[in-house]
């Protein structure tokens, strides 16, 4: 069997890395029950068999979990005979990963809950309710159906002004219980949000009355938890499908609500963890100073999101060169690229000094043979300071600039950051 699927999988360019299959990938796309996959596994009689189940009706039904334990088995690699996947990790009795299994999730008293959840300094000491989404069912459809928005205001550059009439693009300043808000938004804005960013209360071990913030800071881990799950479940459904949320947080609450986070958007829709300087002071009071906070980046759907949507700003001081040929300042970028791709594999001829070059080895180049001399023929590609080394791509400002590329981020942020 391992042979005819390593074959059979083989074929498709998509699935394979450096001649050796993607198994993260196939992973991936089994878990996603992707097409392309599926239709290749039941083109062949024994492969279907062994990784589809017949029902009475004759629908094949994807026998995920067998397929994800054959392609991680170390078997199904020609150098090891052992039963055990490729990978370290805590798992069950029967060689499954905790992280394979999607029934793994935190739970926590009042999960199945809704926190109205005060946030005021004066609700610090008020008695919480946790409506029961079954018990109290009326009682969460008061608390979420959609409210009456008055006493507005407008505010521009000339100050504070009474409302006339309220127009489709109006910013909005919502002051009141975000959870509230947030629903009696739905209507209009599901699946209509670009980003959202949330700065909650954040989780202290040991209760801040203190606390500088102006809304309570002390919920309870339970109570915290269930006050943040209600706020993501609706900031999820306002969302695009290409939308992005920030989550800010400290130390002490930022790998619970994690946990949270990843089983409301899913895993696979994080993006990053950014760590902020809040302060460059060092304090002594405890054994280590505390300088930074979290922010979680997630994505609602993150195949939709693309790369240059995280990209900043050009310096054009990167751009040194100009040619004076009207085209204006560019760098110079590798002319190679990652993977081996056959097509991609050519001989390249400096043209000052006759010498050939090819792809580094594990790379291949950035484009075709025929697109590479329309480039040379363009002036688009320079060989060094010299022009006597090997060939680089020439990256025009204005060029880059209008195909939104710029520099990616880090996920340090210092506060002097530009």
Not at 26 to 45: C, G, T
Not at 107 to 126: A, H, M, S, V, W
Not at 343 to 370: A, H, Q, V
């Amino acid at each position: 069997m391992k042979a005819e699927l390593s074959n059979l999988l083989m074929n498709v360019e998509d699935f394979v890395v450096n001649e050796t299959l993607n198994k993260n990938k196939l992973s991936e796309l089994a878990r996603k029950y992707d097409a392309k996959l599926l239709n290749l596994l039941m083109k062949e009689e024994n492969v279907k068999n062994h990784f589809f189940t017949t029902l009475e009706d004759g629908v094949l039904v994807f026998k995920k979990d067998v397929f994800l334990q054959f392609l991680n088995n170390k078997e199904f690699l020609p150098d090891s005979y052992t039963a055990y996947k490729t990978k370290i990790g805590l798992g069950t009795d029967n060689g499954d990963y905790i992280s394979e299994n999607n029934d793994v999730v935190l739970n926590f008293p009042y999960k199945d809950c809704i926190l109205e959840g005060g946030q005021t300094k004066e609700d610090t000491k008020r008695q919480e309710v946790f409506f029961n989404k079954t018990l109290a069912l009326n009682e969460i459809n008061r608390l979420l159906d959609n409210k009456v928005l008055t006493n507005f205001k407008r505010y521009d550059k000339d100050g504070e002004h009474e409302v006339d009439s309220i127009e489709e693009n109006d910013n909005f300043i919502i002051k009141g219980n975000n959870l509230i808000a947030l629903h009696s938004l739905k209507n209009r804005f599901a699946g209509k949000i670009k980003t959202i960013f949330i700065d909650p209360p954040y989780y202290f071990q040991k209760s801040k009355p203190a606390d500088t913030f102006s809304y309570n800071s002390n919920f309870k881990l339970s109570t915290w938890l269930l006050f943040l799950k209600n706020r993501l479940l609706v900031s999820k459904e306002l969302l695009k499908e290409n939308g992005i949320l920030f989550l800010s947080m400290n130390d002490d609450g930022v790998h619970y609500l994690k946990v949270i986070a990843d089983e409301i958007f899913g895993i696979d829709n994080f993006i990053a963890d950014i760590t902020w300087e809040s302060r460059t002071s060092i304090s002594s009071d405890g054994l280590i100073s505390y300088n930074s906070n979290h922010i979680l980046i997630y994505s609602k759907n993150k195949e939709t999101i693309h790369k240059n949507d995280f990209r900043l700003a050009l310096d054009i001081e990167n751009f040194k060169f100009d040619d004076g040929d009207g085209r204006g300042k560019y760098r110079v970028e590798p002319f190679d690229a990652p993977n081996i791709r056959k097509n991609l594999s050519y001989s390249i001829k400096n043209p000052n000094t006759g010498e050939e070059y090819y792809p580094p080895s594990g790379r291949c180049w950035r484009t075709t043979e025929e697109e590479y001399l329309r480039l040379l023929s363009d002036n688009r590609i320079k060989f060094g300071s010299l022009g006597a080394s090997k060939p680089q791509l020439k990256a025009y400002y204005e060029e880059v600039k209008e195909s939104g590329k710029g520099k990616a981020v880090g996920t340090i942020w210092n506060l002097d950051c530009n």
